[in-house]
């Protein structure tokens, strides 16, 4: 296995590039996209990306912690910064509070918010955030017992390679996982699973082999979700990674074969995220319609025929 040396906090620490200046009474993006929801249906759903203290962990592939603040933010902040984001947003059924890190970690989301911020969020169907599966526990209920929509927790699986995993740095097991995926599911909270095609370590094909066997994982341990993330670069550490020949981010075509595979196993929904897509195009003249394709996918979680192109008699 490539990049022999293990990376720890202080040298993933190292290598970082400045962070972005960031305002703490602002959430520092806000969107809406539509979304296959857990009934089937394609809904709106807002995504705020709060403004808060830096995540504790310091996982090796991790860019959040880019607009993120060094100090925790004032109580108040967070509800502020919700308010805004919900004046300027078009209204949606489901909204997401993704925060950079763990909304249950104390340093970031003060738990004083937490009212405010279900009071804030009453008007949607459901709740979702980003959570280590180390940091669930009882705050997770004292929230969900807040809410008047129904709370699901998006947690980091990342790989279920058993020598990867360690290695990204993300002080988890695949035990933890499974046990906070049976802890939130047996208090009525939904679970989603982040999934990373090709992390560092691996090549072209065990990428899609990994991803898809971390899927099918998720699925087992009562996940009904799975998101699978390209691994990108942008943090200092994946590019002195990608410099040593142990990271290549994945091809587009591994992205198309893992949304088909995941969606051809029937377990739950699927999505591929394809933020910043145009990246990962190895081909320019059909890069877009199979953007497109994957997105209809997304949306309607059915394998859709392939776009064809005269790059596939090389590719
Ligand atoms: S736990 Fe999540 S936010 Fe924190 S460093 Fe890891 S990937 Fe980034
Ligand atoms: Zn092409």
Redesign the pocket.
């Known amino acids: 296995m490539a990049g022999a040396e293990n990376w720890n906090d202080a040298a993933i620490l190292a290598v970082r590039p400045p962070k972005n200046r960031v305002d703490p009474r602002r959430p520092y993006a806000y969107l809406v996209e539509p979304e296959c929801s857990a009934s089937g249906v394609i809904e709106d759903v807002a995504t705020i990306f709060l403004t808060n203290r830096e995540?504790p962990?310091?996982?090796l592939?991790?860019d959040?912690?880019k607009n993120t603040t060094d100090e925790r933010v004032p109580v108040g902040a967070i509800p502020e910064q919700i308010d805004f984001a919900l004046a300027e947003l078009p209204p949606a059924k489901h909204v997401k509070l993704y925060n950079?890190?763990?909304f249950f970690d104390r340093q970031a989301i003060p738990r004083e918010d937490y009212e405010a911020i279900a009071n804030r969020v009453a008007s949607f169907e459901t709740v979702i955030v980003e959570n280590?599966p180390r940091l669930c526990g009882d705050d997770c209920l004292r929230f969900r017992d807040l809410l008047a929509g129904k709370l699901e927790i998006a947690l980091?699986l990342e790989t279920i390679h058993p020598e990867v995993l360690p290695r990204l740095n993300?002080q988890m097991t695949v035990e933890d996982f499974q046990r906070a995926v049976r802890f939130l599911t047996e208090n009525e909270i939904a679970t989603r699973a982040f999934i990373l095609l090709r992390p560092p370590f691996l090549n072209e094909a065990e990428g899609v082999e990994w991803a898809l066997r971390s899927i099918e994982f998720a699925f087992d341990v009562g996940v009904q979700c799975c998101s699978v993330i390209p691994t990108r670069d942008g943090n200092g550490a994946m590019e002195q990674l990608h410099g040593d020949g142990a990271f290549t981010p994945p091809t587009f075509r591994s992205l198309e074969t893992v949304l088909a595979e995941g969606l051809a196993m029937c377990r739950g929904r699927v999505f591929v995220d394809l933020w910043d897509a145009e990246r990962f195009f190895d081909c320019q003249r059909c890069g877009t319609a199979r953007r497109d394709r994957l997105q209809r996918m997304n949306l309607t979680q059915k394998v859709l025929p392939m776009v064809s192109c005269t790059c596939e008699a090389t590719g």
């Open positions: 995540c962990f310091r996982c592939m991790c959040l912690w950079s890190g763990n280590h980091g993300k």
